[in-house]
């Protein structure tokens, strides 16, 4: 079974608005981290935002939060007021604490591109 | 701090050929990696590293050998290359995982061409 699942393999948004890009996770660990990952066309990976398995509230980045629902096992990513510099792909990301946290597994990736 | 780093940035390789990708990270990580990638297909792990002297297998190791004999370099190595190792290579590294922000950090990764 695939560990991450990203069902969207492109977005198209509108600049300034907000886009949500969708992740969803297999895990039986009770400790975990989700991570989500920009790649430019320029190709190098930047980490965007974490969440923890235990915390409480949502983490949020500046213009990146991610919508944390455990029971349903997704890690959304939202976008606020979307950039042109904001087309790119991105990555959900997860490491298991307990079991196997010596990797992290990714999603195939979604490819977003902002209209101006 | 420089981070992650990758050596060479580029390189077209001949069918048969070998060669050494180089991985050097300054931030004292115990968990170092080396993925491909390639369209549609996003990362996969081909080996990693949960501390020097050691390696384990990933998704994708046939082909690829690795070692770790310093803390802060991990290289991937291709003995005979073929054309299906033709992809874009990124190396990262991260710190034990119960730490808490364990995120991640890529090199800017490695193009690599077989011919």
């Known amino acids: 079974a695939q560990k991450i699942t990203q069902t969207q393999p492109g977005m198209f948004v509108q600049e300034k608005e907000a886009v949500t890009l969708d992740c969803t996770y297999d895990t039986s660990d009770q400790s975990y981290g989700l991570f989500w990952y920009k790649q430019p066309s320029s190709g190098e990976m930047i980490f965007l935002i974490y969440?923890?398995?235990?915390?409480?509230q949502n983490a949020t980045e500046g213009r990146y939060s991610l919508n944390f629902q455990k029971a349903r096992k997704s890690a959304n990513l939202v976008i606020s007021a979307s950039q042109l510099g904001d087309s790119a792909m991105y990555f959900c990301a997860m490491r298991e604490i307990e079991n196997t946290g010596n990797q992290f597994y990714f999603g195939t990736g979604t490819s977003l591109t902002v209209i101006p | 701090n420089a981070g992650v780093t990758q050596t060479p940035k580029f390189r077209v390789l001949k069918t048969g050929q070998s060669m050494t990708l180089l991985c050097a990270q300054d931030m004292n990580h115990e968990y170092m990696y080396w993925y491909r990638q390639d369209p549609g297909m996003g990362l996969r792990l081909i080996h990693y590293s949960v501390g020097e002297g050691t390696t384990a297998k990933g998704e994708v190791p046939d082909g690829y050998n690795v070692s770790r004999l310093k803390k802060q370099n991990f290289l991937l190595g291709l003995e005979s290359a073929a054309p299906s190792q033709t992809s874009v290579y990124f190396c990262?590294?991260?710190?034990?995982?119960?730490?808490?922000?364990?995120?991640?950090?890529f090199g800017p990764g490695t193009r690599l061409t077989v011919l």
């Open positions: 990262a590294s991260s710190p034990d995982r119960s730490e808490p922000y364990n995120e991640q950090f």
């Open positions: 969440q923890g398995s235990y915390d409480e």
